[in-house]
Antibody, heavy 118, light 107 residues
Framework: EVQLVESGGGLIQPGGSLRLSCAAS????????MSWVRQAPGKGLEWVSVIYSDGTTYYADSVKGRFTISRDNSKNTLYLQMNSLRAEDTAVYYC????????????WGQGTLVTVSS | EIVMTQSPATLSVSPGERATLSCRASQSVSVNLAWYQQKPGQGPRLLIY???TRATGIPARFSGSGSGTEFTLTISSLQSEDLAIYYC?????????FGQGTKVEIK
């Protein structure tokens, strides 16, 4: 069974850093396109970043230069390093698998909440 | 960036009745359109991809149609467990973008 479990969220001050983790089971993250998608409180979904199976990475303009996506194949875990956090980064962050490499997401985690506030 | 617009924002439907949700793209996305269901406190769940292909395990009462800029998700006979917010997503152009969602309420 495919499962994604996010962790690492919490309350952080503006300008601070946080690293999110997404532990995968039932498949290998290294063989799939893996993304982070966020949802601000009461709002819709916003794609944040993707790492392809060949290691290529892309970012939304809103986080480019501040966030870094990576993975540890030995731990089968996806990460999102978030630096220079802003109030507008407050959201539930989901990791999601794009099994078909087409752009739609077949599996999602339950999310982890990041709150950026002083 | 392609803008996805969903309507209505909220839909109230009686159990057993048909629910019709709409999604419009600001430019053609061919059939590169997915639908997701999100229940309170949960991550999204894939329902439909390729505009009309049901994902694994999705009940037959969910169906998708459309191409180009106009898409529809139909729930043929609403069940109580279908209470959720439904999102469309285009993946024809990078980056993939989502609609703002339609909340389905049980009347």
């Amino acid at each position: 069974e495919v499962q994604l479990v996010e962790s690492g969220g919490g309350l952080i001050q503006p300008g601070g850093s946080l690293r999110l983790s997404c532990a995968a089971s039932g498949f290998n993250v290294s063989n799939n396109y893996m993304s982070w998608v966020r949802q601000a409180p009461g709002k819709g979904l916003e794609w944040v970043s993707v790492i392809y199976s060949d290691g290529t990475t892309y970012y939304a303009d809103s986080v480019k230069g501040r966030f870094t996506i990576s993975r540890d194949n030995s731990k089968n875990t996806l990460y999102l390093q978030m630096n220079s956090l802003r109030a507008e980064d407050t959201a539930v962050y989901y990791c999601a698998r794009d099994w078909s490499s087409s752009g739609w997401f077949d599996s999602w985690g339950q999310g982890t909440l990041v709150t950026v506030s002083s | 960036e392609i803008v996805m617009t969903q309507s209505p924002a909220t839909l109230s439907v009686s159990p057993g009745e048909r629910a019709t949700l709409s999604c419009r793209a600001s430019q053609s996305v061919s059939v590169n359109l997915a639908w997701y269901q999100q229940k309170p406190g949960q991550g999204p769940r894939l329902l439909i991809y390729g505009a009309s292909t049901r994902a694994t395990g999705i009940p037959a009462r969910f169906s998708g149609s459309g191409s180009g800029t106009e898409f529809t998700l139909t729930i043929s006979s609403l069940q109580s467990e279908d209470l959720a917010i439904y999102y469309c997503q285009q993946y024809n152009n990078w980056p993939g973008t989502f609609g703002q969602g339609t909340k389905v309420e049980i009347k």
